[in-house]
T-cell receptor
Framework: TQLLEQSPQFLSIQEGENLTVYCNSS?????LQWYRQEPGEGPVLLVTVVTGGEVKKLKRLTFQFGDARKDSSLHITAAQPGDTGLYLC??????????????FGTGTLLAVQP | EPEVTQTPSHQVTQMGQEVILRCVPISNHLYFYWYRQILGQKVEFLVS????????KSEIFDDQFSVERPDGSNFTLKIRSTKLEDSAMYFC???????????FGNGTRLTVT
């Protein structure tokens, strides 16, 4: 069974601080997605990383896929209250079969205080 | 921008009752999924549907669950006899093709009493 562990589980920081969220597994994934979920809503895709070592930037968010494609990180620079939410990583197993389903991580709940 | 829509947003039912959760995936999408998220837990895969049939299902998706695409637009999840532990947010998702991004609906919160 492929598992994705995220750390930390909860993070409360002040506006303007930087933070990093980690997504780790002992398994290889063909790609990894990061989602953000707000209360009462479904996950919204932020980014997909595919190549080992890949780095993608989305404004103040930087995503990295590990060289071995087993882990990923999300770094937020100068966090703002609007960044508050549940951040989820989700991996696509290398042999996706008929469906290419995603395996979701345990989630990181971020609260940015003004 | 096209989106996945789910109804109802909240469903309360008594244990043992049947419920049907409805989804309208994005119109040109070919792959359809149901996931669920029990409060405080991670999002879990239930079932995927492609080419008018189930292509994969998880251990959670037992004989009490079924899915259907009765016409060209709706995709439904039926739970035949609900249990307390079925209480969760149920998310429908769709994607255009095998490798394209997965789009989620806003979910149906199912509460079984």
């Amino acid at each position: 069974t492929q598992l994705l562990e995220q750390s930390p589980q909860f993070l409360s920081i002040q506006e303007g601080e930087n933070l990093t969220v980690y997504c780790n597994s002992s398994s290889v994934f063909s790609s990894l997605q990061w989602y953000r979920q707000e209360p009462g809503e479904g996950p919204v895709l932020l980014v997909t990383v595919v190549t080992g070592g890949e780095v993608k930037k989305l404004k103040r968010l930087t995503f990295q896929f590990g060289d071995a494609r087993k882990d990923s990180s999300l770094h937020i620079t100068a966090a703002q209250p609007g960044d508050t939410g549940l951040y989820l990583c989700a991996g696509a197993p290398p042999y996706g079969g008929a469906t290419n389903k995603l395996i979701f991580g345990t989630g990181t709940l971020l609260a940015v205080q003004p | 921008e096209p989106e996945v829509t789910q109804t109802p947003s909240h469903q309360v039912t008594q244990m043992g009752q049947e419920v049907i959760l409805r989804c309208v995936p994005i119109s040109n999408h070919l792959y359809f999924y149901w996931y669920r998220q029990i409060l405080g837990q991670k999002v879990e895969f239930l079932v995927s549907f492609y080419n008018n049939e189930i292509s994969e299902k998880s251990e959670i998706f037992d004989d009490q669950f079924s899915v259907e695409r009765p016409d060209g637009s709706n995709f439904t999840l039926k739970i035949r006899s609900t249990k307390l532990e079925d209480s969760a947010m149920y998310f429908c998702a769709s994607r255009a093709d095998y490798n394209s991004p997965l789009h989620f609906g806003n979910g149906t919160r199912l509460t079984v009493t």
